[in-house]
């Protein structure tokens, strides 16, 4: 149980496009789902918080504009990268938080590979 | 400013040698505190979790760790480790009052034969 899936697994876009990755839940209902982005050989950095049905809650520095979140639904959240530039290129990570006793555990999606070129 | 500091980013054993990766915090108060392992080609996958309670945490794999209040730490151990244990090692801790999960750096371990 817990499986969290992302889509597309990677993908390369040219300088000015927008792209979409999809983070689902497949077994459960996530109330809360998490955006990361891990450069090469560096830690996870916390993008973005949200809930589902409301706006999403960006970390300092994260444009907003830039990287637009939507959570519509209980399993589904997508983040779209507007606009890309090459500094956007990175490893894109979700996790998804549901409720009960796994309200404290985050399970995490196999990520997203964007290169921007 | 605050964070969470592992000392060790690379780690090379031989199978059978013990194992302990270093994990320091610096946030005050009550934290929750995790280690993750993201396994080559693979996505984070929880090891274990400290929340409250017994400060030694079993974990799976082999793997424990023990939180220390007084020094701020989470270290992970496992007194012999294998070749499949070769992966990338991550503390995080959510500090008291928020849902945030804050990652170290992670520390690569590479298991030879």
């Known amino acids: 149980g817990a499986v969290v899936s992302q889509h597309p697994s990677w993908v390369i876009c040219k300088s000015g496009t927008s792209v979409k990755i999809e983070c689902r839940s497949l077994?459960?209902?996530?109330?809360?789902m998490f955006w990361y982005r891990q450069f090469p050989k560096q830690s996870l950095m916390l993008m973005a918080t949200s809930n589902e049905g409301s706006k999403a809650t960006y970390e300092q520095g994260v444009e907003k504009d830039k990287f637009l979140i939507n959570h519509a639904s209980l399993t589904l959240s997508t983040l779209t990268v507007t606009s890309a530039h090459p500094e956007d290129s990175s490893f894109y990570i979700c996790?998804?938080?549901?409720?009960?006793?796994?309200?404290?555990?985050?399970?995490f999606g196999p990520g997203t590979r964007l290169t921007v070129l | 400013a605050q964070s969470v500091s592992q000392h060790n980013h690379h780690v090379i054993l031989s199978e059978a040698a013990s194992l302990e990766l270093g994990c320091n915090y610096s946030?005050?108060?009550?934290?929750?505190l995790f280690w993750y392992v993201q396994y080559p080609g693979q996505h984070l996958q929880l090891l274990l979790k400290y929340f409250s309670g017994d400060p030694l945490v079993k974990g799976i794999k082999g793997f424990e760790a023990e939180f220390i209040k007084s020094k701020f730490s989470f270290n992970l151990r496992k007194p012999s480790v294998q070749w499949s244990d070769t992966a990338e090692y991550f503390c995080?801790?959510?500090?008291?009052?928020?849902?945030?999960?804050?990652f170290g750096t992670g520390t690569r371990l590479q298991v030879f034969p």
């Open positions: 995080a801790v959510t500090p008291g009052g928020t849902d945030k999960l804050i």
């Open positions: 946030y005050g108060g009550t934290v929750n």
């Open positions: 077994d459960f209902q996530a109330t809360t």
């Open positions: 996790s998804a938080r549901g409720g009960g006793r796994s309200y404290n555990e985050q399970f």
